[in-house]
């Protein structure tokens, strides 16, 4: 019973609406993706169907290996709980080091109404949230030791929804670490600021604004529902064919759209690519990269072989280039009369 009840719990990602692959979200997204091909791309209800229910989508080998994975990394998923007790201690450090700097008095705005402090939390949690995800995916592309791990998941060559599990545990570990500390340092100045009025605005106990983006069809990234905002609206918010252009192995598309939620990141730094005129994406990642779409056992262990080539090239070079002036320097003496 108790190895049933342990079974299940691997899937309780999909009962909770904190989690994307809710199935409310789900099952929004799919009315979403249906609307998008039969109401502006003008496509017949069955001829919609047929392109969103597509086999070849979510049962090509690249999607059968991310069910796989989305297995295997649930069993992880302890890995990652130790870090909620690091939240606590990051929180409790932040907020006695805001009494120690003594720039504002504690509850400086206490007097602040109800509903301005819980929106004003509702936001800055989002938002810094937001941003660090941006900042954080952005150095998984730029340093080769944090790319080794981050092309797990641009090695899906088909995406469905499941592809959002498609990390490697080290990624999802580092991606925890991120938001102990986001959160560790967002709540703490919160309450030092507000006191006891820091609340969040939420729905079925999700932060609204996240609720909002998951209720929008965040699960479309993850698919070959290529939904486009208008050119405004993706300076803005990163549209599911904006995170497809992210996955796009052409060479114009790389370093793109980074945002997870907004794409005012991308627009202020440089890295926005708007999705119009864009046809037949291929997803995945270049040969030379050598990692597998499907086999688990290189998905798993390539990212350590990486990182040491990462590591040991740079010290390569250096040994290197001591051995050539080493070298020089010898060839110079033998010339000495
Ligand atoms: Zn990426
Ligand atoms: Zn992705």
């Known amino acids: 019973m108790e190895e049933l009840q342990q079974f299940f719990s691997l899937f309780s990602d999909f009962t909770n609406p904190k989690k994307r692959v809710f199935v409310g979200y789900l099952f ?139 990390v490697h545990p080290l990624e999802g570990i580092l991606y925890g670490i991120r938001g102990v500390v986001t959160q560790g340092s967002v709540i703490p100045l919160f309450v030092f600021l507000f006191g006891d009025k820091v609340d969040l605005y939420t729905v079925l106990g999700a932060n609204i604004l996240v609720f909002f983006f998951h209720i929008t069809g965040s699960n479309l990234r993850h698919s070959h529902i290529d939904i486009r905002y208008w050119r405004w609206l993706e300076h803005i918010l990163i549209s599911p064919a904006q995170h497809q252009v992210h996955h796009s192995i052409a060479v114009k598309h790389y370093d793109k759209n980074f945002g997870a939620a907004l794409a005012i990141w991308d627009w202020l730094f440089g890295s926005l690519h708007l999705s119009d005129h864009e046809e037949d994406l291929e997803f995945g990642l270049l040969p030379s990269e050598k990692s597998s779409a499907s086999n688990l056992a290189q998905i798993y262990t390539r990212p350590f072989v990486d990182i040491w080539l990462a590591l040991w090239r740079p010290v390569r070079r250096v040994f290197r280039r001591i051995k050539g002036a080493g070298k020089s320097r010898s060839d110079h003496s033998t010339l000495q009369p």
């Open 28 to 166: 929004l997204s799919l009315l979403i993706a249906l609307g998008w091909l039969v109401l502006i791309k003008r496509r017949s209800l069955k001829t919609a169907l047929t392109r969103v229910f597509d086999r070849k989508v979510f049962f090509s080998k690249s999607a059968l290996a991310d069910y796989q994975i989305f297995i295997v990394n649930r069993l992880f998923i302890g890995f990652i709980s130790p870090l909620m007790l690091s939240q606590m201690a990051i929180a409790t450090s932040v907020y006695f080091f805001l009494h120690r700097l003594g720039w504002v008095e504690a509850g400086y705005f206490s007097s602040a109404p109800l509903w301005l402090a819980v929106s004003l939390f509702t936001f800055a949690l989002f938002l810094a949230d937001d941003f660090t995800k941006y900042l954080a995916h952005r150095w998984m592309h730029k340093w080769p030791v944090l790319w080794a791990i981050h092309k797990t998941h641009h090695s899906a060559e088909t995406l469905t929804p499941i592809t959002v599990y498609r």
